[in-house]
């Protein structure tokens, strides 16, 4: 199945999606629908603060992003930009991760019978519960937007990372954010996370229930950069959806 295109609910995560509204400047943007998390008896999705609720300013489309815009499935950038060619999947939950905490992460409320309960991913199927946390060499894997199911090794840890933000699609600038304590992963050749991929869930690699790791949000063409899985769940509260 294509990481790209629509899918019959309730849909597998790992998948193409964004702010319904991400549209901005003459272009659209979107993301990866990573995966899914609980908080008391909620389930939702979970992705980058810069997927979901970057658009912090009126600017070019006159709206911000506001708790309880629509998250679609596909993503703008794979339904030429019309969100009438998208489905509905979750209702977007303002968290406001950055620029205060050290998480790029976002969260939208399910729409029940809109995504799989127990949220599998893409090739990669059901995770497990439990989390586990980044070692050097481990091996992982990803399933995303743009590069499908992909695998590499952890290459570092505890690095500090700036990333710049925009304020909206193809905006101006917002602000610059140096996260610490994160994980470095091996991208050569953008193989294992390319631009459209934020937002997807790392996991061990192992086949069957692999335990979290970590939330892609940034990268370039020799390495992706990864939030601790641990720090990301602490953030809202919440646990991994799985076995």
């Known amino acids: 199945m294509s990481h790209k295109a629509g899918q019959t609910p309730p849909i597998q995560l790992g998948t193409s999606g964004g702010w319904e509204k991400d549209l901005a400047n003459g272009y659209c943007c979107g993301g990866t629908l990573g995966s899914l998390i609980q908080i008391g008896e909620t389930q939702y999705i979970l992705s980058n603060y810069h997927v979901f609720e970057s658009d912090i300013i009126s600017g070019g489309n006159g709206i911000v992003a506001k708790t309880g815009d629509p998250i679609i499935q596909p993503g703008l950038i794979d339904v030429s930009c019309n969100a009438g ?55 992982v894997k990803k399933s995303g937007r743009t590069t499908g199911l992909s695998r590499s090794k952890v290459s ?59 939330l892609l949000f940034a990268g370039s063409s020799t390495l992706a950069v990864a939030n601790p899985i641990g720090d990301v769940l602490s953030f809202f509260g919440a646990s991994m959806v799985g076995q």
């Open 85 to 139: 060619n998208a489905q509905d999947v979750a209702t977007l939950v303002i968290n406001k991760s950055l620029p205060h905490s050290n998480v790029d992460a976002s969260i939208a409320a399910v729409i029940s019978g809109k995504v799989r309960t127990d949220g599998a991913i893409l090739e990669i199927g059901t995770i497990s519960k439990q989390t586990v946390a980044a070692s050097i060499n481990q091996a």
């Open 156 to 214: 570092g840890l505890n690095a500090s990372v700036s990333v710049a933000y925009d304020n909206e699609c193809a905006g101006g600038a917002a602000f610059t954010k140096t996260f610490t304590g994160q994980i470095i992963i091996a991208n050569r050749g953008s193989r294992f996370l390319a631009g459209g991929d934020s937002g997807s869930l790392m996991v061990e690699d192992v086949s069957t229930n692999p335990r979290a790791v970590g």
